[in-house]
């Protein structure tokens, strides 16, 4: 029951066995929880959602590695942590607002996220290399997150 459960929420509901590109399509599938969570509740709800889903990603994460190997395909938990962090710096723009601009930031949070996580550049490689253990696999899309959520905040300043 442990590990159903487990692999339940490291694959965000089934969703990391998807065929192809688990981590784009976990990814994908933050997005309209983030536009839910900074539209409604702005930073705050889209930090504590980030926090609440680390935690709980790692004790899931923790148990599927007893089965598999080091940050298997099917864990998109992480992805899900990371897009969301994506987006924490932006959500004071993207609180209460769907406009044209909400959309840029989505979109641009959405690559961003999936550039620096595919690519593993600085601590985010570092964090996939060196950190053997469930912390390592949901760190390194916590780096990639907040790499992008940096940049996107930028962006965020220059259109809004």
């Not at 688990?22 to 926090?51: D, E, H, N, Q």
Request: glycine share 10%; proline share 3%.
């Amino acid at each position: 029951m442990k590990k159903k459960i487990s692999y339940f929420i490291a694959s965000m509901f089934g969703g990391g066995f998807f065929p192809v590109a688990s981590g784009t399509a976990g990814s994908l599938a933050t997005v309209p929880v983030a536009v839910c969570l900074a539209y409604w509740g702005g930073f705050k709800a889209v930090l504590l959602a980030s926090i609440l889903i680390y935690f709980f990603g790692v004790l899931a994460t923790k148990e599927v590695l007893k089965h598999t190997s080091h940050d298997p395909s099917l864990v998109v938990i992480d992805e899900t942590v990371g897009q969301l962090l994506s987006f924490l710096f932006v959500s004071p723009f993207l609180y209460q607002s769907l406009g044209c601009q909400s959309v840029i930031l989505y979109v641009c949070g959405f690559a961003l996220f999936r550039l620096f996580d595919i690519t593993k550049p600085s601590l985010v490689g570092w964090a996939d290399e060196k950190i053997h253990n469930a912390h390592g696999v949901m760190l390194d899309d916590v780096f990639a997150g907040l790499f992008a959520g940096v940049i996107l905040f930028l962006i965020a300043w220059m259109i809004c």
